[in-house]
């Protein structure tokens, strides 16, 4: 009887265990074919419990997760450059897919060994399943690629530009930009370790020249080279370009892809054109001639100055070829008309003022009328200008043309070299006098002398008495002067300015003398009238003073 007790108790013993076991082992068969499509027990994803959680209930917290982390920020750094962003617009999300599969299995394991033993801890205490998040580089890259930042620095290439001492240089110096695929790289990383906000440092990537030092040098000592000195031509006149012109003349340029000395044109042409203002040919003088009462205008030669446009390329092939050679710069015409406008806008259109007076033939004096009548004939006088027959005929010399004819000197009638040119002077005086022009400077004879108006007529000699006219009118005055053996006259050309007329005349003794006054009036296009007056002074007679004494006879 006790030993049927003891063996029952015994075979108790060894079949309550086993029992156990089957009963735990049914129940992990049950629970885990009843958990095959859902999250086992005391699982939870970023604090929130999903035990017996589907895949739709897993991927509504996973949602929520998504739309909390979606705004935190993302900070993408380089040296010169910060890019702040959000997770979703960078292009991070959670990664639904690796996370649910990962919730749906973190009770399961490989093999029943290891699934019993992961279900039987998921009993007793709580699993974690990381939240993931996973890097989509389309919109990163194009975030990166588009921001106006990118481009930290641009690479500078190498040049220069010559003073007169020397060249300004700018060395060569790399760029930077951030390169997406190094930011891709830099926040992938960041995001396979584990959640958001994120931030990132990331090493600029350089951008290179095209040029180097090396390539610099050589390009400075071809400069050198080109500064060198130069010798020209303008307008048959040779001028001197010192290489400190030249070198500011100097750029760099990259020519086929090599960085080469290159003259800058517009600099080489206003340099040129300063150091040659005063090469340039004169302006053409328009000339007025007369040819039987018709007036004629002779156009000059068009002048020419320095220079033409495109003196650069001429310069720098002679400076390349070390200024070995004398270069003719082409010239421009400063006058397209040759002086058709000057003359148009002189004015000298018709017959303003003359006069006549006449002489017997043949004499000495005559040749001397003649001579200083060819040397005055088409002057003009400009608007505002003076005109000194003195001044402009000089000395009268034999060597010039003139003899010896009759002049009165100290009330005496004398012979010298230019005598009887006051029959010119005379006759000048009277046209400028009709023609409304100021008379300056002028003297009558000391003795009347009856071929000429009385009290209206001049002397001239040298360096005095002189006959000085001034066009005080807006249009310019041309002097013609024509003669026949027996008279000469004097024709005022111009546009008619002033009526003119010889209002009166008195007289009145100084002493023995006689003072003559002639008033004239002239009245302007707006009626404004200038009245003024000349004065002659006639001696009682030859050898005579005004105190009727005699006067030392030059020729004693």
């Known amino acids: 009887m006790g030993r049927k007790v003891l063996r029952y108790l015994g075979r108790l013993l060894v079949a309550a265990p086993l029992a156990v076991v089957l009963v735990v082992a049914i129940a992990f068969g049950i ?5 095959r499509d859902r999250v086992g027990h005391n699982v939870s994803i970023a604090g929130f ?16 997760e998504d739309a909390a982390a979606a705004a935190l920020p993302v900070v993408i750094r380089t040296e010169g450059l910060v890019i702040e962003t959000t997770v979703t617009d960078a292009g991070i999300s959670v990664d639904a897919e690796a996370v649910t599969e990962e919730a749906l299995a ?6 029943v060994i290891d699934g019993f033993r992961r279900w039987w801890e998921s009993l007793r205490g709580n699993t974690e399943v990381p939240l993931r998040f996973e ?3 389309a919109p990163l890259k194009r975030l990166v690629e588009e921001h106006p ?3 930290i620095s641009h690479p500078r290439e190498p040049e220069f530009s010559g003073d007169g001492a020397g060249f300004e240089v700018v060395e060569p110096r790399q760029g930077h930009y951030l390169d997406a695929a190094d930011v891709i790289e830099a926040l992938g990383a960041a995001v396979a370790a584990g959640p958001p906000p994120y931030t990132v440092d990331v090493a600029a990537t350089p951008i290179p020249t095209r040029l180097t030092s090396d390539d610099l040098a050589g390009a400075l000592a071809a400069a050198d080279a080109l500064a060198s000195r130069l010798t020209v031509s303008v307008n048959d006149r040779t001028g001197i370009i010192g290489p400190e012109s030249v ?8 020519v086929d892809g090599r960085l080469v000395p290159v003259f800058e044109p517009d600099r080489v042409q206003k340099s040129v054109e300063n150091l040659f203002a005063d090469y340039a040919a004169p302006l053409p003088e328009p000339t007025f001639t007369v040819d039987e009462g018709e007036l004629h205008v002779d156009l000059g030669i068009p002048a020419r100055r320095c220079c033409a446009a495109g003196v650069g390329p001429i310069l720098y092939a002679a400076a390349a070829n070390g200024g070995t050679q004398a270069v003719e710069l082409p010239t421009v015409r400063v006058e397209d008309d040759g002086g058709r406008a000057r003359a148009d806008n002189w004015g000298i259109t018709e017959l303003v003022g003359s006069f006549t007076t006449r002489h017997a033939c043949c004499a000495a004096r005559v040749a ?8 005055v004939r088409g002057q003009v006088i400009e608007p505002g200008e003076t005109f000194s027959v003195n001044d402009f005929v000089g000395r009268r010399t034999r060597d010039r043309g003139f003899v010896a004819a009759g002049v ?6 004398t012979d010298q070299v230019g005598g009887g040119i006051s029959q010119f002077a005379t006759t000048t005086f009277n046209a400028a006098f009709f023609a409304g022009l100021d008379i300056d400077e002028y003297q009558s004879h000391s003795i009347y002398i009856s071929r000429y108006p009385y009290g209206r007529e001049a002397t001239l000699s040298f360096p005095l008495p002189d006959l000085e006219l001034t066009n005080n009118t807006p249009f310019a005055a041309m002097l013609w002067p024509t003669y026949t053996g027996t008279s000469i006259t004097m024709d005022v050309w111009s546009t008619k300015h002033f009526e003119v007329e010889q209002t009166r005349q008195t007289s009145f003794k100084i002493g023995r003398c006689t003072r003559v006054n002639t008033y004239r009036s002239r009245t302007a296009p707006d009626g404004t009238v200038i009245d003024d007056m000349y004065f002659a002074t006639y001696r009682p007679g030859e050898g005579l003073d005004c105190a009727g004494n005699p006067t030392p006879d030059p020729e004693r």
């Open 106 to 111: 973190a009770t399961a394991g490989d093999g």
């Open 31 to 35: 629970d885990s074919w009843m958990h």
């Open 49 to 64: 419990a999903i035990a017996d959680a589907n895949a739709a209930d897993v991927a509504r917290v996973l949602r929520a």
């Open 149 to 151: 930042g990118r481009v």
């Open 247 to 254: 070198r500011r003349w100097i750029d760099s340029a990259v």
């Open 135 to 137: 890097l989509d580089p």
């Open 368 to 375: 001397n009328i003649h001579r200083i009548a060819d040397l």
């Open 408 to 413: 009165i000197q100290s009330g005496h009638f």
